[in-house]
T-cell receptor
Framework: KQEVTQIPAALSVPEGENLVLNCSFTDSAIYNLQWFRQDPGKGLTSLLLIQSSQREQTSGRLNASLDKSSGRSTLYIAASQPGDSATYLCAVSSTTDSWGKLQFGAGTQVVVTP | DGGITQSPKYLFRKEGQNVTLSCEQN?????MYWYRQDPGQGLRLIYYSQIVNDFQKGDIAEGYSVSREKKESFPLTVTSAQKNPTAFYLC???????????????FGQGTRLTVV
């Protein structure tokens, strides 16, 4: 069974520093990987979707890389701002499942201090 | 604007009572999902549906039921058989896999259910 792990569980950085969030998965037979942001008491906002054939995706200050063979993805957030404070979750969809079900990590809680 | 609407935002359930959580989407997505989120844990799949009148159990379906009578709607009923229903419930939708279709998943704003 696919297992998704996010380390660290929590992270605090001063404003302006770059953020590096890690996601690892045990089964490399993935269809895609998606990064989400969740604010307290809110739903999930999709940040980036990486197909299994891609190595990275970029959107503004966000860059996500994917190394399928080693079972890892990294989300980089450049020049962090207090508004980036949130919980970040990664989720994978497996090739063995045609329904698009997602397996989630527990998330990394990020605090950016002014 | 296209999106997913969940209601209500907060719901309180008495012991032995069934409650229904609403999920509506106007993204024209075929697939819809219900997830449960508990503090410090990742989201866990309750039920999912790819087409109207068809749905499948996820990892934690016991004590829950769903229906899919319309493409846009996927309500979740939390029955009295669910012994620990207090949690944050999230509904999602996506297009089914195939070819170059973008299967990005989108989520609603969630419903917080509390047993009183």
């Amino acid at each position: 069974k696919q297992e998704v792990t996010q380390i660290p569980a929590a992270l605090s950085v001063p404003e302006g520093e770059n953020l590096v969030l890690n996601c690892s998965f045990t089964d490399s037979a993935i269809y895609n990987l998606q990064w989400f942001r969740q604010d307290p008491g809110k739903g999930l906002t999709s940040l980036l979707l990486i197909q299994s054939s891609q190595r990275e995706q970029t959107s503004g200050r966000l860059n996500a890389s994917l190394d399928k063979s080693s079972g890892r993805s990294t989300l980089y957030i450049a020049a962090s701002q207090p508004g980036d404070s949130a919980t970040y979750l990664c989720a994978v969809s497996s090739t063995t499942d045609s329904w698009g079900k997602l397996q989630f990590g527990a998330g990394t809680q990020v605090v950016v201090t002014p | 604007d296209g999106g997913i609407t969940q209601s209500p935002k907060y719901l309180f359930r008495k012991e032995g009572q069934n409650v229904t959580l609403s999920c509506e989407q106007n993204l024209n997505h075929d697939a819809m999902y219900w997830y449960r989120q508990d503090p410090g844990q990742g989201l866990r799949l309750i039920y999912y549906s790819q087409i109207v009148n068809d749905f499948q159990k996820g990892d934690i379906a016991e004590g829950y039921s769903v229906s899919r009578e319309k493409k846009e709607s996927f309500p979740l009923t939390v029955t009295s058989a669910q012994k620990n229903p207090t949690a944050f419930y999230l509904c999602a939708s996506s297009t089914p896999r195939g070819g170059l279709i973008n299967t990005e998943a989108f989520f609603g704003q969630g419903t917080r259910l509390t047993v009183v």
